[in-house]
């Protein structure tokens, strides 16, 4: 069966550090990564985009990686701060034509001041 | 400011009842998504429609339904037959077309079952 696989441990780091979180599928071969962060209580929201073609996508101090060969995404944030803590989601475009995105179960990532 | 609202955010249900859980948007996005998320878990997909008067199925549709009868609106309706309703339900839209489906997610509604 379709798998996508996130460290459901908290990582817990200390602010300025660099934060990594790993994003492991199976049996997909998706077009699109997508990156999303949810607060406690809310809505999720889009944060980065990564197609298949990409290596690596950055938007300020965030930085996606995207491994086809291995079937993993690494999500990281440089210079972390206290803001920066919530749970972050990565979802996939399956390729079986269901337009709709599948979600990992998330990573809650705690930045400590 | 166009967003997605969901009404409403908190709803408290008795075992055997129907609830209707209101998404409306205004962002003109032809997909709208029903999604339902357990505490400590990722999301999980109920039903979703990418046009106007057609919905599919997603991953545990039994004991929901949903209609589309206005491309702004997306209500999902939990049934009685939903054995264990108590979650947070979150509604989302994207363009249909760029490909990707980047989703814009409302702000949830918390049901709970007494």
């Known amino acids: 069966s379709q798998k996508i696989e996130q460290n459901s441990e908290a990582l817990n780091i200390q602010e300025g550090k660099t934060a990594t979180l790993t994003c492991n599928y199976t049996?997909?071969?998706?077009?699109?990564l997508q990156w999303y962060r949810q607060d406690p209580g809310r809505g999720p929201v889009f944060l980065l985009l990564i197609r298949e073609n990409e290596k690596e996508k950055r938007k300020e101090r965030l930085k996606v990686t995207f491994d086809t060969t291995l079937k993993q995404s690494l999500f990281h944030i440089t210079a972390s701060q206290p803001a920066d803590s919530a749970t972050y989601l990565c979802?996939?475009?399956?390729?079986?034509?269901?337009?709709?995105?599948?979600f990992g179960s998330g990573t809650r990532l705690q930045v400590q001041p | 400011d166009g967003g997605i609202t969901q009404s409403p955010k908190y709803l408290f249900r008795k075992e055997g009842q129907n609830v209707t859980l209101s998404c409306e948007q205004n962002?003109?996005?032809?997909?709208m998504y029903w999604y339902r998320q357990d505490p400590g878990q990722g999301l999980r997909l109920i039903y979703y429609s990418q046009i106007v008067n057609d919905f599919q199925k997603g991953d545990i549709a039994e004991g929901y339904s949903v209609s589309r009868e206005k491309k702004e609106s997306f209500p999902l309706t939990v049934t009685s037959a939903q054995k264990n309703p108590t979650a947070f339900y979150l509604c989302a839209s994207s363009a249909v077309g760029s490909g990707a489906n980047v989703l814009t997610f409302g702000a949830g509604s918390r049901l709970t079952v007494l």
């Open positions: 962002l003109n996005h032809d997909a």
């Open positions: 979802a996939l475009l399956m390729d079986t034509g269901r337009r709709a995105l599948t």
């Open positions: 049996n997909y071969s998706p077009a699109y």
